[in-house]
Each structure stands twice: as structure tokens, then as C-alpha cells.
């Protein structure tokens, strides 16, 4: 079964450079959220969209911004990298809300690493 | 704002031995999530209880809710190698009180069971 794809799966940039990744659902979903993992922490809320617009936002700093296409992949877009925002970025995808009665299906993550 | 605590931090067992893993939470929550991840890897769905439950197995895994507590336990039974994880419990407040759906994980524990 096709699951949450991301890309890439590494990613090395420079302090104040930026950076995008991408976030492909399950065939389908139209939900997608976006957490971060910082080293031996866990998963924080970022961000999510439904049906190509903005649902909630967490705690995304203002230097990152995402969206959601007419495809339902969503990226998420971010600036002037800090040190700090290494980490590991998951996505995760649900049709509606039923990740609120079945669980949601997370991709793989993007390990970024900003030095 | 952390929601899920979970406790221990750190368990190490024999194979073959149960492990037990408690979580607390602080808000209302719609329903509560167990997730696995291997060391640096993506985050799997094991088990989702509601609110409205309280107790509910799946091969394996037993999970436990009490909602006058607010907390939430997760058994594995006759523990494998392959078990060697670490483990999230996750809330989802649902739509209730301005939140949307989204999860709150908990600080995890890290699983190790010894062959």
C-alpha cells in the first residue's frame, strides 16, 4: 500500500540559507501535518492543512512557511536556518479526520541538519 | 505546550519479559495514541483508545485509559529483541474547546529488550 512520502530524506544546509521539503499523502488524503523532532525529543506540532488551506498552526516560527497544493503534497518551506532548526521533520497524512479514529500514517521524515 | 509525560524514560528488559509504560496528560482529550520509533526513523501507529474507552488490546499490546486520572498505560506482553524501540503515547483533542485534531506526544520511553 502507497504510503506518506518525503523528500529528501537527508538534507545539509548552511546557517542562514533555506530549505524545502516536500510531503506527498497517501492517494486520497487530504489532511496533512507537519511535526518537528528535535534530538531525543519529541514530535512537536507545526502546522497542518485541509483541503489546500491552513488548519492549525502550532508552534512554526515565522521563518517557515508551508502550503498545500491542488495535489494534496504540501511543502514546507524554510529561511534564514538557525543551528537550532536541526531535526527530524515528519509528515503525516489523514483522509478528513478519521486519523482521529484509525491513527495517522506518518512518513519517514526529512533528517535536516543546518550547520 | 507538553502534554503527554511518560514514564519511565528509559526500560530495559529481558526477552521474553513484559514492558509497561505509563503516560499522564493534562487537557481533554478526544483520544490517545500509542507510536513506535525506531532510532531515527519514522513514527508507526501501534494503537488509538477513546475517550470513552477503557482498555482495548491488539495482538500483543494491551493499552489502558483512565480519564478521571488522566493517564494512559501501554503493556507489551512476552517482550521480542524486535521490540527495541521507543514508544510515544500521543492525545488528540479533537475539535473540543477551539483545538483542532492534531496530536501531543509525550516525552517517550525508550525500550530495550536484551536477547
Known amino acids: 500500500a502507497a504510503g506518506v512520502i518525503q523528500s529528501p530524506r537527508h538534507l545539509i544546509k548552511e546557517k542562514r540559507e533555506t530549505a524545502t521539503l516536500k510531503c506527498y499523502p497517501i492517494?486520497?488524503?487530504?489532511?496533512v501535518y507537519w511535526y518537528q523532532q528535535g534530538p531525543g525529543q519529541d514530535p512537536q506540532f507545526l502546522i497542518s492543512f485541509y483541503e489546500k488551506m491552513q488548519s492549525d498552526k502550532g508552534s512554526i516560527p515565522d521563518r517557515f512557511s508551508a502550503q498545500q497544493f491542488s495535489d494534496y503534497h504540501s511543502e514546507l518551506n524554510m529561511s534564514s536556518l538557525e543551528l537550532g532548526d536541526s531535526a527530524l521533520y515528519f509528515c503525516?497524512?489523514?483522509?478528513?479526520?478519521?486519523?482521529?479514529?484509525?491513527?495517522?500514517?506518518f512518513g519517514s521524515g526529512t533528517r535536516l541538519t543546518v550547520v | 505546550s507538553q502534554q503527554g509525560e511518560e514514564d519511565p524514560q528509559a526500560l530495559s528488559i529481558q526477552e521474553g519479559e513484559n514492558a509497561t509504560m505509563n503516560c499522564s496528560y493534562k487537557t481533554s482529550i478526544n483520544n490517545l495514541q500509542w507510536y513506535r520509533q525506531n532510532s531515527g526513523r519514522g513514527l508507526v501507529h501501534l494503537i488509538l483508545i477513546r475517550s470513552n474507552e477503557r482498555e482495548k488490546h491488539s495482538g500483543r499490546l494491551r493499552v489502558t485509559l483512565d480519564t478521571s486520572k488522566k493517564s494512559s498505560s501501554l503493556l507489551i506482553t512476552a517482550s521480542r529483541a524486535a521490540d527495541t524501540a521507543s514508544y510515544f503515547c500521543?492525545?488528540?483533542?479533537?475539535?473540543?474547546?477551539?483545538?483542532?485534531?492534531?496530536?501531543?506526544f509525550g516525552k517517550g520511553t525508550l525500550l530495550t529488550v536484551n536477547p
Open positions: 500521543a492525545t488528540d483533542a479533537g475539535n473540543s474547546g477551539g483545538s483542532n485534531y492534531k496530536l501531543t
Open positions: 492517494p486520497r488524503h487530504d489532511t
Open positions: 503525516a497524512s489523514s483522509l478528513g479526520v478519521a486519523g482521529a479514529n484509525y491513527g495517522y500514517t
